[in-house]
């Protein structure tokens, strides 16, 4: 079996340029020449209708369906031509185009105790509420959240920026996981929380990275430089603020990645957004 390839700089460096901006959400050209489109699945649960209108839009517009590791579908070899068509009919489906850019990621999760055995705590609706809340705002770099229901991680908690597993009595939060070229395990930072306090956790982190993080770092990096023990009483200070500032941040920055032309196929890194 070959499954050697010859790695194409130019495209590759294009692509990087791309991914360092908030909101941008077009992958760019991929090695055949066509485009991609990453679909946000909210919770990785969807309708028998609504996959019947993925699998359209992958027969009618591209080659394939991948299935990320970040729980989105990405939509692989639709050609320059019929990208906003794609996108338009992904949008009709009800689903989002997501982003590659410098903000907060789709939140991952796995089923926790709607429907795992080993489900502590429920992962649907808090998932969905920090999604809502927070994702779309500007980030030194990606910052990627997890929410797993039980100690076993399936979601990898520990693998991500903002990680949080169900216990008897609440979450466990991590912070400062990733995976890459050096992967990190994410570290503790606070346990027992309930489910009402998450968001302002959350928040407070997200407040003391933006704060504290140098030029194009991820959180395991500010989180070690800056110790874990200054981190975490940085962000147990900031818990009684409101984030409504952050929230709306975050909305916006939305709505504008997707009304620009970051979300089409355009070449050499160019962006507007
Ligand atoms: S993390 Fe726990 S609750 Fe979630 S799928 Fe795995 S075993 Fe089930």
Redesign the pocket.
Known sequence: MDTSAVPDRELRKATVARKKHPGYRCPGKQRDGNYALSVGIPTACFSGEQLRQLADVVDKYAKVGHLSTAQSLIIVGIPEDLYYKARQAVLDAGFDVRSIGRDVRQVKC????D??????QR?FPLATALEEAFRGLPTPLKFKISV????????N?KLNDFGI??TVDGWKVFVGGKMGTVPVIAEELASGVSSDDIPKYLAAVLRVYRKEAQPDERLAKTVSRVGLSTFTEDVVSQLDTSFDDLVQTAKEAREKAMASQCIGPLENGKEDC
């Open positions: 796995c089923p926790g105790a429907f795992s055995p080993f489900g502590l992962t797993s229901g039980c100690p076993n991680c399936c979601a908690t597993h169900g």
